[in-house]
């Protein structure tokens, strides 16, 4: 059998090197690609539809999809509209601001965002976090005025950071969430929210504005006596029925508009019930008189200086990057539906484009929601249209109908942020992390319950954490396997997998798995020699054949750094000093580079590098022959 | 031809699948194998030969090792003693301490090291940032009980720090200090050490007690007005001298001895000459006088309260882990020139121990010095002894000798310091960086310059950053391959690495290098997509034959979580849905249990999974055959 010479890639210069390198960083998704050779008018007119992909589907659009859109547009809008007034209270903002966000934001989405089903607006996790670590240093019953500066001013640096990530083609960044941290991150701030809701649910007048689940439980138990039983009666009415109607919409995909009608049913119901008790009893929390009129600018809100300027970062940092991974992971899974892909990078500007224009507009953090998309793609929204239906719907709403709401009662918020907030706790998602993956599962727990007891930032850099901890660990102390021969062919593998792989005397064939790396070149170094004793001890015992070479598959070893080089250049040392052959078999492109540059390649000498482990056995005990 | 089956590990119990991780990740060197099946009388005195390596070497030790032993233990003496004393002054400690630190540790090693060459003592860098880092906040001159309060507390906390290293068995925490990191950290504190000897050297008298290489800079050149010419004359013609013999010794390694000597030698000539210009000029600054005896206990000075704890924990940190990196360092070096490996950890916790019963006894921070354990093998060195030997010869003089040193100019000291650290000016290696590995070069720069100009924490995390970053990086953009079949053979190889590889029609043949982690499952996933893209219209381009099966070489994907299980499902659907098979090939053990745990084994059926890709091809393809 004849042996195949062990290449090196071909000769490129560093720069070019470098040049691949950070376009497989930062452009791996290759966007200019349709530039390729056009004219320039072509190149602008691609140019344009990159950064407007309104221009994309624009032109085809026709009155057959205009008709599915406004229909979905207007079953979103019966969703929105409570969902806003909702989530803006989560933030502990005027019911106001949450309209105003579903008018503005959408219409700029509409124009740059990319994603046919994604519904813009405000969000559940987003809201309550704002409104959380804000509150932790600023009341808004207080100091409305500045609270509301730093509302806007959170909502302009999320939508500079965004934005930034996406142009900067840095969105890879979230990938560092893993779905993992996010289950139990989502849990956790679901919990929190949804007891907080008791709030409005029981009617409680002081309550905690703090986070966490001890102080939570203990102004729910501590204020009993400002329950009121007509509002506990109403929200507990309330609750069962949006949670049926939720219900019925799981087990049947079909009555979908059961629990997107639900909301602003239960809105109108509880609205006229409170309406007509309004003379007998006041005991009912209401929203009160809400403002006529359409978004005031803001944007001389926005506050740049102060002691409170750090802290308007911080926030903006966490509620960007959570309402981002939000968005996109929405919009990836509408897109994975129709087997096309979203740009990351693109929706990320999109987003940021659209909060930095929301915080200028009154407007708070907006992203894409998943309740709403989904009832949007199931109500059979086509495109952006189904957006700018939702805004001027809601724009009709903010111009007419602001008067209808005065009676509201807080209670049906309430009920409907817990039924918007208690599908992310996906108690199944935790049961399948366990039995796949333990360490997933620890970072998922740690994250929910850091969120839980600690506070949200904590909660999510402990998660995070875990999740870079892994890695490194997986690093640092890499699987080696030994390999045996399947009889019969040229394929060598796992001998604990694989009963029936034999090992071939007087060789020790082992597999690395992993990069050789400054973090794990000790460890495989003594893990190498240790596999070495363990296997003389073994021919010791059963006098077998002498070991006389040890070939390291380099197949899964994918990159080599310079303590890397030192270490497999060190190990041959000690090998040939105890008489033992080092041997190489297949080793990648750039590794085999890095061994040619750094002298190394030549120690090994001709016959100490291989294509194959099976061409390394077969020319190696030949090489025997000869001798007695 | 046959088609192998794909087989799954054999089952472990979570319990014993978690017990052989752990045991990897914290007993990969498997410390208890000599301790199996032995009566309980051996396993005593193997486990008092563990802790103790003294009673391991102790009884086979006779008259012929201890004759070298002493040679060696003389030489090495004669090199600690000026050494001890500058590096203390380094420490901005008195000088006696240097000599009390020569004393008590090395008798400590030499029961619990592990090591025969290592030669203990204070050691150059970790001197060098406990004084500065303890200066910048108190100062020796204003409060020198405080500062030897917090001198000695670091050196306890190193020592515990270190012990509990070794004993907890995470010695591969210093393999996260990267050698690229190391060489330029080295090469930046030698930088600093040596202008800051510039004050012995001219006789400066206000000298900064700052790190940073500007403010030296400027009070090296604005108190030129201190500079004595005679300071300056002798410093000058010593450093010459010292430079010269380290030079000749570097040349011919016969010739060790010469730089060996050199330092005493220029110790007794420089106070000689001192002592006689004694009544002619005193513009040359002495040690002075010196307190005669031995180590005075210090434990009741130890500082476990007040303002300064942390920063004492602080300093021990990093002067703990920086002394243990090099002590292990040379320890490994000099035990792989005899083709033995030294335990990390044990070797640790000698080095814990030896730094907390050093700091109960006036002793500062310790380590294996380089410079030090050279001599001693090249005196030919045989065993621990020659540490014995050495503080034996200390206490000599501590008792007898300390008299003569009273003339001793502090003009030699700086000149032996900077023979001393020069050597860790490594700039061969920072161009060998370069050649092989342009981001680990960039690491060893970044902490050079980190440590030369803001501050070696900050230096130090710099580098640390960087080094995990890399890895990070490495997995968030893995390398992925188009393979090719290498005529005649089974082999696939990377078609940009072999020019004869040639692509299979209507097959696409991916090579994954990497792990699929939630930090790269995103970007594989667009990774593929794309690659298919280019391959449709490559094929278009020139009708080939329609593309029909995808293959996935899992060879190097060494792990899978939840995240990349999704991504492999959502792959497998989108590409279905475009009618396209996708097929993985040689998964390996832990990747193909994941599979099977989350269902998605099942998915991929039968003709899913193959061993190798050769198979994979042939099977599918023969699949075809039928079809017309």
Redesign the interface.
């Given at each position: 059998m004849e042996i195949?010479k062990v290449?090196?890639?071909?000769q490129r210069s560093?720069f070019h090197k470098?040049k691949q390198r950070l376009s497989?960083?930062f452009f791996?998704?290759?966007p200019f690609y349709p530039f390729k050779n056009q004219t320039f008018f072509t190149k602008f007119i691609l140019g344009l539809q990159y950064l407007f992909p309104i221009f994309q589907w624009g032109p085809q659009y026709n009155l057959r999809l205009l008709r599915s859109d406004l229909i979905s547009g207007l079953t979103i809008t019966s969703l929105a509209i409570p969902q806003g007034i909702s989530y803006a209270k989560l933030a502990n903002l005027p019911p106001i601001i949450g309209l105003y966000s579903s008018f503005v934001p959408p219409l700029i989405y509409s124009m740059f965002g990319s994603s046919k089903h994604l519904c813009v607006g405000p969000v559940s996790i987003a809201s309550m976090i704002m409104g959380s670590m804000l509150s932790e240093s600023v009341s808004f019953t207080q100091q409305p005025t500045l609270y509301l500066k730093l509302a806007f001013t959170a909502t302009f640096f999320a939508g500079l950071f965004q934005a930034s990530l996406g142009i900067f083609r840095l969105g890879?960044i979230i990938?560092?969430?893993?779905?993992?941290?996010l289950i139990g991150f989502m849990a956790g701030a679901a919990v929190i929210v949804s007891l907080q809701q008791l709030k409005s649910l029981l009617g409680i007048v002081h309550f905690t504005n703090k986070m966490q689940i001890v102080p939570v439980l203990i102004s729910v138990f501590k204020q009993k006596n400002e329950w009121s039983w007509q509002t506990v009666l109403l929200g507990f009415f309330l609750l069962v029925f949006l949670l049926t109607t939720r219900y019925i919409s799981l087990k049947k995909p079909k009555l979908f508009w059961v629990s997107a009608a639900a909301p602003l049913t239960s809105v109108i119901l509880s609205t006229i019930l409170v309406f007509l008790l309004r003379n007998k009893t006041n005991a009912i929390a209401v929203i009160g008189a809400l403002p006529k009129g359409i978004n005031p600018p803001s944007a001389n809100l926005l506050y740049f200086s102060g002691p409170f300027l750090t802290l308007a970062i911080k926030v903006g940092l966490i509620i960007g990057i959570l309402s981002l991974t939000e968005g996109i992971a929405v919009g990836?899974t509408f897109a994975?539906l129709h087997?096309d892909?979203i740009d990351?990078n693109k929706e990320m500007i999109a987003i940021g484009v659209m909060n930095i224009a929301g915080s200028c507009s009154s407007c708070f953090v907006t992203s894409g929601s998943f309740s709403r998309s989904a009832v949007n793609y199931n109500a059979g929204g086509k495109s952006a249209v189904s957006n700018i239906v939702m805004s001027a719907a809601v724009v009709v709403t903010l111009l007419l109908l602001m008067p209808l709401f005065h009676y509201t009662p807080n209670a049906v918020l309430g009920a409907i942020i817990i039924t918007a907030v208690i599908g992310l706790i996906d108690y199944q998602a935790v049961f399948?992390?366990w039995?796949?993956?333990?360490?997933?599962c620890l970072a998922c727990l740690c994250s929910f319950f850091g969120v839980l007891f600690i506070s949200v930032p904590v909660g999510l850099s402990i998660a995070v954490g875990i999740?870079?901890f892994?890695?490194?660990?997986?690093?640092?102390?890499?699987?080696t396997?030994v390999l045996g021969n399947?009889p019969g062919?040229?394929?060598f593998?796992?001998v604990?997998?694989?009963?029936e792989a034999l090992r071939i005397p007087s060789f020790l064939i082992l597999g690395i798995?992993?990069?050789i790396?400054?973090?794990?070149?000790?460890?495989l170094q003594?893990?190498i020699?240790?596999f070495i004793r363990e296997e003389e001890e073994h021919i010791i015992a059963n006098n077998g054949s002498t070991l006389k070479c040890i070939i390291l598959d380099m197949?899964?070893v994918?990159?080599i750094?310079?303590?890397g080089?030192?270490t497999l250049c060190?190990l041959r040392?000690?090998l040939e000093?105890?008489s033992l052959k080092l041997v190489l078999a297949n080793p990648?492109?750039?590794v085999?580079e890095?061994l040619h540059?750094?002298k190394n390649l030549d120690n090994f000498g001709l016959r100490g590098v291989y294509?194959?482990v099976g061409e390394a056995v077969t020319d190696i005990s030949s090489s025997w022959k000869p001798q007695p």
């Open positions: 195949h290449e090196l890639p071909p560093t470098l497989e960083i791996p998704d290759d890879f990938d560092f969430l893993s779905k993992a941290t990836r994975a087997n892909q990351g399948k992390l039995k796949v993956d333990k360490l997933d999740s870079v892994k890695i490194l660990l997986h690093v640092s102390r890499p699987n396997l399947i062919t040229n394929i593998h796992n604990n997998q694989y009963k798995e992993s990069p790396y400054f973090a794990n070149s000790n460890y003594e893990r020699l240790r197949t899964a994918t990159a750094d310079t303590s080089l030192d060190e040392k000690t000093k105890r990648v492109g750039n085999l890095k540059q750094s294509l194959t």
